[in-house]
């Protein structure tokens, strides 16, 4: 016979897991909203010295947002905001400095922000063990920050190599790079422009794999799994 106070201890546990889900997705849902806002700024092509610099700030409130998501250790996150006020000091010193190779190592800068995000999403999630909304927008997530970070991987190989990245055009900025990256990812294929190097064009072939792959792999098993958990519960009920 159970203890009168048992049944209510489980409804309270149940009722604080509900909460801590419905937190956690909440989170999620800032990280894909400061993705979002990131995307529209650089993809409207604004002009002027400051550009990088905000860039920067978003990118770093991305990573803040996804440790907070993800639940990550203390020790990550002073990791993380270490990175974050390095890139800020470096994006204001060359927003103060202008040299040649500046656009070059904003777009290293950047990719080195958006890339950490991913890495802690995919951790946190593997480590939870259980797939559910909360999962589905981890890997939302992910499959965003991947294509702002194949853009900035673009960006850095135009600044830094000795001919244009792009067949159409020989200044590239970093909306094109963003709508290149992700018709790439999404294997649409318009065709309006394409990689003019052997090393852009390798890189563009690895990031379509990538996209389907992570589609047809992990998303489908996300998807997968969270359609046979309710006949679980239900058999075991």
């Known amino acids: 016979m159970n203890e009168p106070g048992s049944a209510t201890g489980s409804e309270n546990g149940h009722r604080e897991s509900e909460s801590e889900q419905r937190t956690a997705i909440a989170r999620f849902g800032i990280v894909l909203l400061l993705l979002l806002v990131t995307f529209v700024f650089l993809a409207s092509g604004p002009t002027g010295h400051w550009v990088p610099l905000v860039a920067v700030l978003l990118q770093g409130a991305t990573l803040l947002?996804?440790?907070?998501?993800?639940?990550?250790?203390?020790?990550?996150?002073?990791?993380?905001?270490?990175?974050?006020?390095?890139?800020?000091?470096?994006?204001?010193?060359?927003?103060?400095?202008?040299?040649?190779?500046?656009?070059?190592?904003?777009?290293?800068?950047?990719?080195?922000?958006?890339?950490?995000?991913?890495?802690?999403?995919?951790?946190?999630?593997?480590?939870?063990?259980?797939?559910?909304?909360?999962?589905?927008?981890?890997?939302?997530?992910?499959?965003?920050?991947?294509?702002?970070?194949?853009?900035?991987?673009?960006?850095?190989?135009?600044?830094?190599?000795?001919?244009?990245?792009?067949a159409q055009s020989g200044h590239a900025n970093v909306s094109d790079y963003l709508y290149f990256s992700f018709v790439t990812l999404t294997t649409v294929g318009y065709g309006d422009l394409t990689a003019a190097g052997g090393i852009g064009r390798a890189v563009a072939v690895v990031e379509a794999l990538t996209g389907q792959l992570y589609l047809v792999t992990v998303v489908a098993l996300v998807v997968s799994r969270m359609a046979r958990a309710p006949r679980r519960r239900r058999e075991s009920g």
């Open 65 to 166: 947002a996804a440790l907070a998501a993800s639940g990550s250790s203390r020790g990550l996150w002073r990791v993380a905001v270490v990175v974050v006020a390095v890139g800020l000091i470096s994006a204001a010193g060359v927003w103060l400095v202008d040299f040649d190779s500046a656009d070059g190592v904003l777009f290293v800068l950047s990719a080195l922000l958006v890339g950490a995000a991913p890495v802690v999403i995919a951790r946190s999630l593997v480590m939870r063990g259980i797939v559910d909304i909360h999962t589905v927008m981890g890997a939302l997530c992910i499959y965003v920050l991947l294509g702002m970070l194949w853009a900035f991987g673009f960006g850095a190989i135009g600044a830094f190599g000795s001919e244009p990245f792009f």
